[in-house]
C-alpha cells in the first residue's frame, strides 16, 4: 500500500497557527481538495480529525473513509475507524484492500508516521506566509532521519508551490 503524507506548511515549516487555524489561500484549498479527492483512505491524527469534522471537509473531499490515530477511543462508523498507532491503521487499512492512503496531519500523527518509516512520498504545499509561533510540520518530532529524493517541484500561482518527494527507503 503507498503512503502519501500530503501537507501545506508555511515557509518556516508551520501546518497550522497555535490555535490550529490554517489560514491558506484559495489556491492551496482548491489544490488540496483535488489532491484529497484522488485517495479513498485518510489517516489523520485526533485533532486534526475534529477541526475537519466541525468544517465539513469531509465532503468536499469526498468522504473517504478516515482512520484516526488516537490515544482515546471513541465510536466508529462506517465511514471512519479509530485505533490507537500508526501501524494499526496500515494494517487495518491492509486488511480493507486500499492500494493508497493520504496522511494528513497534524504535526505528531506525521512524526510517528515518518519515524516508523511508513511513508512513500510527501507532498508539500508552501505558502508565503510565517508564523512565529504554531504546530510544526513534524510536531514534537521523535530522533528519526528520512532521506528524500525530489520527484517534482510544481508552481501553483504566483506565490505558491508544491514539491513532491519520494522518502528514500
Known sequence: MKTVLYMTMTANGMIATEKGDAPWSDVIWEGYYKIAKQFKAVILGRKTYELMKEANEFQKIGSPFTVVVSRGSKKADSKTAFVKS????????KEM???KVMIGGGGKLNASFMKENLVDEIILDIEPMIFGKGIELFNDAPDFRSDLQLIKVKKLSDNEIQLHYKVVK
Open 86 to 93: 500508526p501501524k494499526d491503521a496500515m494494517k487495518l487499512l
Open 97 to 99: 484492500k486500499f492500494d
